[in-house]
């Protein structure tokens, strides 16, 4: 940089003494946040995105924009002003990429950038902005734009979002529609190869197919008990699965139902727990331990055991389905998960073998007991102890020497 190598000309002393400024600035904040708690620190912390963070990024835009212009990312070696953000101002595509949009339409949007440079508009109700003037030219935002800046002061950018959407709608509805065929095309989902035990999910939807989901999944989390440890992104994954284990059956869940979700393949070792045993093979890709194939021989409405030879007979022998009768008896007779404190509702629920059925245990409502998904897991495969006492309620006991050294706490 020019002003680097002639740190002694006037220009250079100003950026030098600037950037000292700003590390004194920071560091007064950084005392001021230490010593404030409680209404103060919040106040404290507003104060740093409305006088800090938000006019620097204003300050930035109208750099990025200038730089832009100049090109002179070129001679660095950047393919663009967006790639050289990425590469020499530590941010990802995405932010990179909206901070050259930003940048752009701010340029266009006198009273956008003013209330943006005084901490009137935070940074994300800009970037709003900012993609509304793209989709729709700057033009037709200025024409609303008072009355938007006004009301993006009044509410937070999530909501913002829907406003503009609103906004862009009514004056160009080709516009939005075409935007919204653009999402629907740039729909994904991948679903990566199990490896070290996880599978990868990614994707994008369109905001009809988002909406759609998040309403599945929200109708399968039921507000968390007081002993529900789970974080928000567990209960999301777990009705996840919940859903796609819903998927092919509905709510017929007595062992004569539709196909059933999950083949696994096993030996007749794994499914005893022999040690040494291996692992049982999932058919669409990937293993589970011993624990699990376990449980999910428990109840065979959820998953089909597959095996060769000897264990083919034995599954054949076993009477492990839950006939739709017992299931209504246990059904009655537990009305929720049994496990102490837990009410998970019935659909929610395995039929669970006190004595595993993989040990001999029978398939006849004494033997059986009705287990939401995360405890039932908890007594395969965390070694968790069931036992119905003799007054007909239910204790459950911590492991006691052992976690399984295959069953993963992820
Ligand atoms: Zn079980
Ligand atoms: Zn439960």
């Known amino acids: 940089m020019a002003v680097a190598e002639v740190p002694t000309s006037p220009r250079?002393?100003?950026?030098?003494?600037?950037?000292?400024?700003?590390?004194?600035?920071?560091?007064?904040?950084?005392?001021?946040?230490?010593?404030?708690?409680?209404?103060?620190?919040?106040?404290?912390?507003i104060k740093i995105r409305e006088a800090g963070i938000d006019p620097l990024e204003a300050v930035f835009a109208?750099?990025?924009?200038?730089?832009?212009?100049?090109?002179?990312?070129?001679?660095?070696?950047?393919?663009?002003?967006?790639?050289?953000?990425?590469?020499?101002?530590?941010?990802?595509?995405?932010?990179?990429?909206?901070?050259?949009?930003?940048?752009?339409?701010?340029?266009?949007?006198?009273?956008?950038?003013?209330?943006?440079?005084?901490?009137?508009?935070?940074?994300?109700?800009?970037?709003?902005?900012?993609?509304?003037?793209?989709?729709?030219?700057?033009?037709?935002?200025?024409?609303?734009?008072?009355?938007?800046?006004?009301?993006?002061?009044?509410?937070?950018?999530?909501?913002?979002?829907?406003?503009?959407?609103?906004?862009?709608?009514?004056?160009?509805?080709?516009?939005?529609?075409?935007?919204?065929?653009?999402?629907?095309?740039?729909?994904?989902?991948?679903?990566?190869?199990?490896?070290?035990?996880?599978?990868?999910?990614?994707?994008?939807?369109?905001?009809?197919?988002?909406?759609?989901?998040?309403?599945?999944?929200?109708?399968?989390?039921?507000?968390?008990?007081?002993?529900?440890?789970?974080?928000?992104?567990?209960?999301?994954?777990?009705?996840?699965?919940?859903?796609?284990?819903r998927g092919g059956s509905g709510s017929k869940r007595n062992g004569a139902g539709p196909r059933p979700q999950l083949i696994i393949r096993a030996s007749l070792d794994t499914l005893a727990g022999i040690p040494g045993a291996p692992a049982g093979e999932l058919e669409g890709g990937g293993t589970v331990p011993a624990e699990t194939v376990q449980r999910y021989a428990c109840d065979s409405a959820i998953s089909r055991i597959m095996g060769q030879g000897e264990l083919d007979q034995e599954l054949n022998h076993a009477s492990r389905t839950l006939p739709a009768s017992t299931r209504r008896a246990l059904e009655a007779r537990d009305r929720h998960c049994v496990f102490p404190g837990c009410t998970r509702p019935l659909n929610w629920c395995d039929g669970h073998h006190l004595v595993w059925w993989t040990r001999g245990g029978a398939t006849a409502l004494p033997n059986l007991a009705l287990l939401c998904r995360p405890h039932h897991r908890m007594v395969h495969e965390e070694g968790w102890a069931l036992e119905r006492t003799k007054d007909s309620n239910w204790k459950a006991r911590p492991p006691i020497h052992r976690v399984p050294a295959n069953a993963r706490s992820a």
Request: include cysteine; charge should be neutral; hydrophobic fraction near 40%.
């Open 62 to 245: 109208s750099g990025v924009r200038r730089f832009d212009k100049s090109g002179e990312y070129r001679d660095q070696g950047a393919l663009s002003v967006t790639d050289w953000l990425r590469s020499r101002c530590r941010l990802s595509d995405g932010a990179a990429a909206e901070r050259v949009e930003v940048a752009r339409q701010l340029e266009r949007l006198p009273q956008t950038q003013a209330a943006f440079a005084n901490g009137d508009l935070g940074y994300q109700h800009v970037a709003v902005l900012a993609r509304a003037a793209e989709h729709v030219g700057a033009a037709a935002v200025r024409k609303e734009e008072a009355s938007l800046v006004q009301t993006a002061q009044t509410m937070d950018p999530g909501r913002f979002t829907t406003v503009a959407k609103n906004f862009e709608h009514r004056v160009d509805a080709a516009g939005a529609l075409a935007e919204a065929n653009h999402a629907y095309q740039r729909r994904y989902f991948h679903l990566s190869e199990p490896q070290d035990g996880i599978v990868r999910l990614d994707g994008i939807l369109d905001v009809e197919g988002g909406a759609m989901l998040k309403t599945a999944l929200n109708a399968l989390m039921p507000a968390p008990g007081k002993d529900d440890g789970r974080t928000p992104g567990q209960r999301r994954a777990d009705a996840l699965v919940e859903l796609g284990r």
């Open 12 to 45: 250079a002393h100003r950026f030098e003494a600037g950037v000292e400024r700003l590390r004194v600035a920071v560091q007064a904040m950084a005392a001021v946040v230490r010593d404030a708690d409680g209404e103060a620190l919040g106040e404290a912390l």
